[in-house]
């Protein structure tokens, strides 16, 4: 094949699904939207994305406040700027890292599970048995983890800054020589409203996209235990690729900010 | 094709997935309070019109008429009125696997009318009971049933809704002879006593001997022959005769690849 056709041909594959996936979400949020609504499963999706993924949001959180103060003090000294650590770990893990790790962790574990689950779902017929006994599956599977996605992440954000700068603080106080009071009044006086929003709007963003990914790759996914298995795949890589792409675009929208 | 007037009337089905034309054209007769078996080989459609007469998937031209009402090109709300008449036992029962059995058996109700959680578990077991399985099964998951006692979970389901059509899609496969011929019997007694239409497919001709009023042969996209069950032994159709004895030499060819 012409190498040029080819490139065309992948292009217009490429549209083709980026369309397919805009109207999935579409559709999802309208009928989602339009009720009936299912209480117990958004309950449900909210506390699997938002309640067991703290561990390990957690655990990522503190881990990377340690470092960052670790290594920023060992940066900063270096033109004896050591006073600006406690400043660069809360803004960095605020406005960046917080959002970005928290989200690649939950598609590694819930982008996962939905697409595998979904996907299972749909190899067995049960979303065609959800059809045959009056229940949309947009309604019933796909809009719950959505708006569980969108709505949780935040607060798993908000949890792993804090423990981030608990992260910072504890490497701090007790390796680099900070006094806690000079160490949380940095922390407080450099910090702005604005850092934190900038985060809670991407880890929304985040959340939505992994669970986007997760429910589209599952519910498309078709041949058995081999699609299941790719579909779970595809839902982790794509969501991991579109939070860093997305992660550009929001910080170059509130930039100036 | 029979006297009894169509409860499902099907002329010129057409569906294809890209260039894999699985039905070129299917007329059909369900006649009311019938039991009619789409027999013929696997790859053939079979799953694929039962799921063209839901409205899970939607023909490329061609109608269904299901009690008058077009099935083909119809929007979310006439499919659902049409859903409300069909209840349907899936291949591999397609429980869901996060609810226990009660709540399998009694969702398609649930969806429908607004019942409290006692009166549909009290629905659940009555309909349990039907299908021969005690009461007890009623708190277990899914995963802890044997195939047949699956089989019999989703009969349950599918006749819990008191529909006035009944879809069995391959209702004994992957079962012993003794407990295919208990899940025939069922259907068979089960239907009569509900007056159903019920529309079978299936490859096991004791089952279809068992079930059937009327037989239905599906050959490359069409229904090459149709008739009371008692003329199957003496269809004079070559291809239907060489299917129910089981035989490798014939019209039909299969493809070793």
Redesign the interface.
Known sequence: MNPLRRIGAGLLDFCQQIGAIATFALVSIGRGLAGPWYPAQILRQMIDIGYYSLPVVGLTAIFTGMVLALQSYTGFARFEAESAVATIVVVSLTRELGPVLAGLMVAGRVGAAMAAELGT?RV???I????????DPHRYLIFPRLLGGTLMLPLLVLVADIIGVFGGFVVGTTKLGFSPYTYIDQTLQYLETQDVVVGLVKAAVFGFIVTLMGCWNGYQSRGGAQGVGAATTRAVVTASIMILVFDYILTEIFFSR | MTEAPAKIAIRGLHKSFGRKHVLRGVDLDVPAGSSVVVIGGSGTGKSVLLKCILGILQGDGGSIRVDGSEVVGASGGDLEGIRHKVGMLFQGGALFDSLPVWENVSFGVRARRKIGRDEARRIAVENLEKVGLAADVADLMPAELSGGMQKRVGLARAVALQPEILFFDEPTTGLDPIMADVINNLIRSLTRAMGATALSITHDMASVRKIADYVAMLYEGRVIWFGPVEELDRSGNDFVDQFIHGRAEGPITVGTR
């Not at chain 1, 065609?128 to 229940?135: F, I, R, V």
């Open positions: 779902m067995t017929e049960q065609d048995a959800l059809t045959t006994l009056s229940t």
